[in-house]
């Protein structure tokens, strides 16, 4: 298994699959950096949501 990224940032449609992606990333130590951003590209909602390992 390769190494952990110290920061990572999420990115993807508004839905279920990008929820647990985030809870995925939760369970597995990362924690959550700053608010989630969210945009409108013509069809539907993208987010996104930035997660760092702890020291």
Do not use: W
């Amino acid at each position: 298994m390769s190494e952990k990224l110290r920061y990572r940032v999420l990115t993807g449609p508004d839905d279920n699959a990008f929820c647990a992606r985030v809870s995925a990333a939760l369970d597995d130590g990362y924690v959550l950096h700053g608010s989630p951003s969210i945009t409108y590209n013509g069809e539907r909602c993208i987010v996104a949501q930035a997660v760092i390992l702890p020291d």
